[in-house]
């Protein structure tokens, strides 16, 4: 069994497409592996004291915000509940 010219070709073209995506592919996951691994890393060597303030203001301001949403919806839930009229019953 012989092959074909363009077969041939086919492969020499397919060949190092496919070892030139899978090489990037692999460089890919070890970059966004090291990346993973030094930020957690990064995230580990906090000295916490500057980090509990900040996350403690962020959490006030998310209560604060929680809370006023909270409060303007139930307004206009109660301003649309008491806009619509009792239901009638229909007379016969």
Not at 27 to 48: C, F, I, P, S, Y
Not at 60 to 81: D, E, R, Y
């Amino acid at each position: 069994m012989t092959t074909s010219p363009s077969r041939s070709a086919v492969g020499e073209l397919v060949l190092p497409l496919s070892v030139n995506v899978h090489g990037a592919g692999s460089r890919l996951v070890a970059r966004v592996a090291a990346h993973l691994r030094r930020t957690w890393l990064e995230r580990a060597d906090e000295d916490g004291l500057d980090e509990a303030v900040t996350k403690m203001i962020w959490l006030a301001v998310g209560i604060t915000v929680a809370v006023a949403a909270t409060t303007f919806f139930i307004t206009v839930f109660n301003s649309a509940k008491d806009a619509v009229p009792d239901p009638v019953a229909p007379t016969p």
